[in-house]
């Protein structure tokens, strides 16, 4: 019996020897696909199997036409409760769509949280608020979520500013990816708004400059002329 026990625990054993080769063998082989195809999400720090398991529920990432859709298929966004027109609460997250992106992103968000000090910062304001660890991971995978759309999205590696030059405008269409020159600044817009809406004030304030000019025109002649 004893001979029967040890034969089947070398048997596990080496069953469980051979998994792990495989294992590694697959995760070499992800590695290296990974690195070919150049996915920015590399930028974040993150291992080559969470890079391809975002890949392979995100892509192609233009069926998303926000961030706040990409957020809502990876069941991160809040799910809210209403009743009537007296109560609209926000609870847990929803929950919806694919469980493996958003176990992948939770994963990743232990990453960004201690490699990014944009995420940490994050994390340590919830915990500040009352919120206990998992929760506050929950809240840095939301945020997450919009940066790897961002990403996927510009094809461009993650920066804590994001560039200001020029912005990539997503083509559904075509699917393609075209630049367009950045809106007009908004600080401009308000000085024109403000400079049109004070134009009949200024023509007012004018026209009584002229008018008390000309008054005083007229009474000084005639005391001269006295």
Same mark, same amino acid.
């Given at each position: 019996a004893?001979?029967?026990?040890?034969?089947?625990?070398?048997l596990?054993?080496?069953?469980?020897?051979?998994?792990?080769?495989? &294992?590694?063998?697959?995760?070499?082989?992800l590695?290296?696909?990974?690195?070919? &195809?150049?996915s920015?999400?590399?930028?974040l720090?993150?291992?080559?199997?969470?890079?391809?398991?975002?890949?392979?529920?995100?892509?192609?990432?233009?069926?998303?036409?926000?961030?706040?859709?990409?957020?809502?298929?990876?069941?991160?966004?809040?799910?809210?409760?209403?009743?009537g027109?007296?109560?609209?609460?926000?609870?847990?997250?929803?929950?919806?769509?694919?469980?493996?992106l958003?176990?992948?992103?939770?994963?990743?968000?232990?990453?960004?949280?201690?490699?990014?000090?944009?995420?940490?910062?994050?994390?340590?304001?919830?915990?500040?608020?009352?919120?206990?660890?998992?929760?506050a991971?929950v809240?840095?995978?939301?945020?997450?979520?919009?940066?790897?759309w961002?990403?996927?999205?510009?094809?461009?590696?993650?920066s804590?500013r994001?560039?200001?030059?020029?912005?990539?405008?997503?083509?559904?269409?075509?699917?393609?990816?075209?630049?367009? &020159?950045?809106?007009t600044?908004?600080k401009?817009?308000?000085?024109?708004?403000?400079?049109?809406?004070?134009?009949?004030?200024?023509?007012?304030?004018v026209?009584?400059?002229?008018?008390?000019?000309?008054?005083?025109?007229?009474?000084?002649n005639?005391?001269?002329?006295?």
């Open positions: 004893e001979d029967v026990s040890n034969r089947q625990l070398v596990v054993f080496d069953c469980l020897a051979t998994l792990r080769e495989q &294992i590694a063998a697959i995760e070499d082989e590695d290296l696909r990974m690195q070919k &195809i150049g920015p999400l590399f930028s720090g993150i291992t080559a199997n969470l890079v391809a398991v975002i890949h392979a529920e995100s892509d192609p990432i233009r069926d998303f036409c926000s961030a706040d859709q990409y957020v809502a298929y990876a069941g991160l966004d809040p799910s809210s409760y209403k009743s027109d007296t109560i609209d609460r926000r609870g847990k997250i929803s929950k919806r769509g694919s469980p493996t958003r176990r992948a992103l939770y994963l990743a968000a232990f990453v960004v949280s201690r490699k990014h000090a944009c995420f940490h910062r994050i994390y340590q304001k919830h915990r500040r608020r009352g919120k206990n660890h998992c929760n991971l809240i840095v995978a939301r945020n997450l979520a919009r940066v790897v961002r990403l996927l999205t510009d094809g461009r590696e993650f804590k994001p560039p200001q030059n020029t912005f990539l405008h997503v083509n559904h269409a075509e699917g393609q990816l075209n630049s367009q &020159i950045p809106p600044n908004t401009f817009k308000n000085m024109e708004k403000f400079a049109i809406d004070s134009l009949p004030h200024l023509l007012f304030i026209g009584l400059s002229l008018l008390f000019t000309r008054d005083v025109n007229v009474y000084g005639s005391s001269l002329a006295v």
